[in-house]
């Protein structure tokens, strides 16, 4: 199995613009999560997707952030406009759920809001 | 509410110490506790976990965690560290009535010095 799939592995861009994160979860497994780490915040869960269903989306921030999983497959992270204090590095995570909630969870999307 | 708290935020440690890091969870039901690790630059890693059954758990990389349920803790511990053992640890806890979704501790930044 390739695991959780994530990408881009880096982004770097400008105040202002869309940023558009993308995870692959693992095959056959029916939650999503996504976390946000920082050094000052630490590990923070944004919002997670039971058979693609948004079930807690309280961690997302604010307004500019949005998820969406259209399909068993892929989900979407965006932030728009994004802002400088942005910049983080965004894990998505995946587990079959009610086998006792292990997570799987992907490399990373490294952000950068300059 | 379910909540996780690690004692130690940073710890510094000799090759061949012994290594114990301290995590308490305030739910009161039944949990699943998770220990991963996470190396510098990389993601999340399951390094054990607990559901049931014998309360010394033993994981990868001789690493073993004890569930005390009397003192809702399940401390982390491995008896000789290496230098590759530097890393940031994490406990997280799930319940039933949270869903299942994970909550993490802050975090333990582990320093081997070689």
């Known amino acids: 199995d390739a695991g959780v799939i994530q990408s881009p592995r880096h982004e770097v861009t400008e105040m202002g613009q869309e940023v558009t994160l993308r995870c692959k979860p693992i095959s056959g497994h029916n939650s999503l999560f996504w976390y946000r780490q920082t050094m000052m915040r630490g590990l923070e869960l944004l919002i997670y997707?039971?058979?693609?269903?948004?079930?807690?989306d309280s961690g997302m921030p604010e307004d500019r952030f949005s998820a969406k999983m259209p399909n068993a497959s892929f989900s979407t992270l965006k932030i728009q406009p994004s802002e400088p204090r942005d910049s983080a590095v965004y894990f998505c995570?995946?587990?079959?759920?009610?086998?006792?909630?292990?997570?799987?969870f992907g490399p990373g999307t490294r952000l950068t809001v300059l | 509410a379910q909540s996780v708290s690690q004692h130690n935020h940073h710890v510094i440690l000799s090759e061949a110490a012994s290594l114990e890091l301290g995590c308490n969870y305030s739910y009161g039901g039944t949990v699943n506790l998770f220990w991963y690790v996470q190396y510098p630059g990389q993601h999340l890693q399951l390094l054990l976990k607990?559901?049931?059954?014998?309360?010394l758990v033993k994981g990868i990389k001789g690493f073993e965690a004890e569930f005390i349920k009397s003192k809702f803790s399940f401390n982390l511990r491995k008896p000789s560290v290496q230098w590759s053992d530097t890393a940031e640890y994490f406990c997280?806890?799930?319940?039933?009535?949270?869903?299942?979704?994970?909550?993490f501790g802050g975090g333990t930044r582990v320093l081997v010095k070689p």
């Open positions: 607990y559901f049931s059954g014998d309360p």
């Open positions: 995570a995946s587990s079959l759920r009610d086998t006792n909630n292990e997570q799987f």
């Open positions: 997707f039971n058979n693609n269903v948004p079930i807690d």
């Open positions: 997280a806890v799930s319940s039933k009535a949270a869903g299942n979704k994970l909550t």
